[in-house]
């Protein structure tokens, strides 16, 4: 699948997927989360994730069908949201978090939303998710206004 965040004059970007047969969905995004949805793409491609956000699109979701209230999603789209979450938070605050205090955290979290817990995360995963996140999050920033920035899902971490 083909990621195009196109780069809003107005500040608001869109989000377009375009699936290998060719079909596609997209969505007008809040400027948080063009940064936020790369972030996916690096965690979801770095753990193998096919049923987490981009995986769902892939196999035929709709963008806006993650807005619906009482959608079920898969324990893995659950898992990458809070992974998601935990290297937003990172990357506001500038502070790395180690792997030990992140596996705690994100073990809390999935307990107290009641979904199964996620195997611990080592240095080499964090590493791989933070190099590839940093890698898109500066391809965007350096996409102009009214520029599309496309990346491949899911992402190749051999290259």
Not at 34 to 52: I, N, Y
Request: hydrophobic share 40%; glycine share 6%.
């Amino acid at each position: 699948m083909r990621i195009q965040l196109k780069k809003g004059r107005d500040g608001r970007s869109t989000l377009a997927c375009v699936r290998s047969d060719g079909s596609r969905t997209w969505a007008r995004v809040h400027p948080f989360f063009p940064e936020h949805d790369l972030t996916h793409c690096a965690v979801e491609s770095a753990l193998g994730f096919r049923q987490a956000f981009f995986g769902l699109v892939a196999s035929g979701w709709e963008i806006d069908a993650f807005q619906e209230k009482h959608l079920e999603l898969p324990a893995e789209a659950l898992w990458a949201e809070n992974i998601v979450g935990l290297l937003d938070l990172e990357r506001a605050s500038g502070q790395l978090i180690p792997a030990p205090e992140l596996n705690e955290q994100l073990s809390v979290v999935l307990e107290k939303q009641q979904v199964p817990p996620f195997r611990a995360m080592t240095d080499a995963d964090l590493s791989n998710m933070r190099q590839l996140r940093g890698s898109l999050v500066s391809r965007w920033r350096m996409t102009l206004e009214g520029e599309t920035l496309e990346v491949a899902f899911p992402q190749d971490l051999r290259t």
